[in-house]
């Protein structure tokens, strides 16, 4: 275990359902991610939050909407998706000093289908 | 335009070989170089980091290496076992002002040891 959770660990979705990702790390870092990875592509980074605040956006479509109460807690709420949004969504969580590098610890992520 | 490469063909080699797996990237100036490990359906588990000043790195059985000037990373698997089959992912750790670093990944290489 990795100490970041996700739920559920999958998903399937009409285009016309609202649903929501939960993410939990238990590492008491400070930085929450959330990624897609798509079949045969790289990771692509989709949000990131630094002291619950997001400081990148990194020009995702509105249908995808993070939400980070604490440091702990990470949620992407979904709504009105399209079947190209079918995907694993991975969280991960760092330690961010801002003088070297930070090694992200990444959940087991969610297996979204929408149909 | 900003580009890593990773082959992107599986690599099969037999137990007790060694395993080199390239990174390769282009327009980026990256402070640090990562590598991850992703088995099935779970998430990335990291292994090794290098650092610009750095030209080698060593854990265990595995080694990395970081050449700039080639903007390249190497990555070995010495007396590969099957359990060592895995997707390895590259990630280009790029330190932002924001307070933290982001890291861009490539596709990553599967890499199969048989027995």
């Known amino acids: 275990e990795t100490g970041v959770t996700q739920t559920p660990r999958h998903l399937v979705m009409g285009m016309t359902n609202k649903k929501s990702l939960k993410c939990e790390q238990h590492?008491?870092?400070?930085?929450m991610y959330w990624y897609k990875q798509s079949a045969k592509k790289p990771l692509e980074l989709m949000f990131v939050?630094?002291?619950?605040?997001?400081?990148e956006n990194n020009s995702v479509p509105s249908r995808f909407s993070p939400e980070c109460p604490n440091s702990s807690h990470l949620f992407l709420h979904l709504h009105t998706l399209q079947p190209e949004d079918s995907a694993l969504y991975l969280c991960a969580s760092s330690q961010t000093s801002g003088s070297g590098s930070d090694t992200q610890y990444f959940g087991p992520g969610t297996r979204l289908t929408v149909l | 335009s900003q580009k890593i490469e990773q082959n992107s063909e599986a690599l099969n080699i037999q137990e007790g070989k060694t395993a080199t797996l390239t990174c390769n990237y282009t327009?980026?100036?990256?402070?640090?170089l990562q590598w991850y490990r992703q088995d099935p359906g779970r998430g990335p588990v990291f292994l090794l980091l290098?650092?610009?000043?750095?030209k080698e790195k060593r854990k265990e059985r595995l080694k990395v290496t970081f050449d700039t000037t080639l903007k390249q990373s190497l990555f070995h698997i010495t007396a590969s076992q099957p359990a060592d089959s895995a997707t390895y992912l590259c990630a280009l750790d790029l330190m932002f002002s924001g307070g933290y670093n982001k890291l861009i990944f490539g596709a990553g290489t599967r890499l199969a040891v048989h027995p």
């Open positions: 290098i650092r610009e000043n750095e």
């Open positions: 590492l008491g870092h400070n930085a």
């Open positions: 939050y630094n002291f619950k605040e997001q400081t």
């Open positions: 327009n980026y100036s990256p402070a640090y």
